[in-house]
């Protein structure tokens, strides 16, 4: 579980409850006594009104991290539902602002695009690119990229965490500096997380397009129906329906029979027709 805070012009308040504006992730504890006890907690900041939350509930599910702003006054949780499923991963966010007022927000990893999401999805995403192991990293990264570009911009408090930003640019303006400033280590762990970001955003558009092809292809149908008319004369019928919307189209089979109207249809009845393939047809015809 990542835990994080920031004290008072971006500085550290604290070691375990509030780990500076870098997520600490808290290791995997092997004895089953211990972690059942820390599951639930909520820490107060000494001289600031700031609530670290970390309570576990059979509502909210498991923290997976949590994460104070003291500039900010504001605190955001996120949690592992119960029926949380890994093929298609949806985490639940909690915001509080600086009274204490609540937020609740569901954010389907799949949906958030880092180049166009607020503060309160690229924090839900970094904690499941570090928790599924993708960018272990991830969290801890991206709390200082904010913290960077939160500093250049001078925006802080519960609004701004609700601004779209491209994370994109913000992540790799934080990798450039690194590299100017010597510190490769930096660079290299940012130009992974970046990757990441790069490499699921890619991934996510593949798996929309895929869902809208199939949705696509549910909601377009063609219907056929030979009609045999009173003059002998046979025409194929073709009805698309797609979208709430039907397209008909008509092609002549065979002309009229040369005989009255009344024998052309028991003719018609006698015979044996076979339908013709139309495969192609309906390709040329509706552009499929």
């Known amino acids: 579980m990542g835990v994080s805070g920031i004290g008072t012009n971006n500085y550290p308040f604290g070691a375990k409850y509030a780990a500076g504006y870098g997520a600490a992730q808290k290791a ?54 119960h029926d949380f499923d890994p093929a298609h991963p949806v985490y639940k966010v909690k915001v509080w602002d600086s009274h204490g007022n609540v937020t609740e927000r569901m954010v389907d990893i799949s949906s958030v695009d880092p180049a166009d999401c607020d503060t309160v999805e690229m924090y839900a995403y970094s904690a499941w690119l570090s928790k599924s192991g993708k960018c272990q990293d991830a969290l801890q990264n991206f709390m200082f990229a904010h913290a960077h570009h939160k500093d250049k911009e001078g925006s802080y408090g519960y609004e701004s965490l609700f601004d779209k930003e491209d994370w994109l640019k913000i992540v790799k303006e934080v990798m450039e500096m690194q590299y100017r400033a010597g510190n490769l280590k930096g660079y290299a762990d940012y130009k992974r997380f970046l990757g990441a970001l790069e490499q699921g955003k890619e991934e996510n558009e593949k798996k929309a397009q895929s869902s809208q092809r199939e949705g696509d292809q549910k909601e377009s ?58 495969s192609d047809l309906s390709g040329q015809l509706f552009g499929e």
């Open 28 to 81: 995997e504890n092997s004895n089953p006594q211990e972690e059942a006890a820390n599951m639930s907690w909520t820490v107060k900041a000494e001289n600031h009104d700031i609530v670290l939350h970390g309570e576990e509930s059979a509502e909210d599910g498991k923290v997976v991290s949590a994460w104070a702003c003291v500039t900010g006054n504001t605190s955001m949780t996120v949690y592992q539902p």
């Open 221 to 278: 149908k063609v219907e056929t129906d030979i009609q045999v008319k009173p003059d002998g004369s046979r025409v194929l019928v073709m009805t698309r329906t797609m979208g709430g919307m039907a397209v008909t189209t008509s092609i002549e089979l065979s002309k009229p029979a040369d005989m009255p109207n009344d024998r052309a249809e028991e003719a018609a009845a006698e015979e044996a027709w076979s339908v013709p393939d139309i």
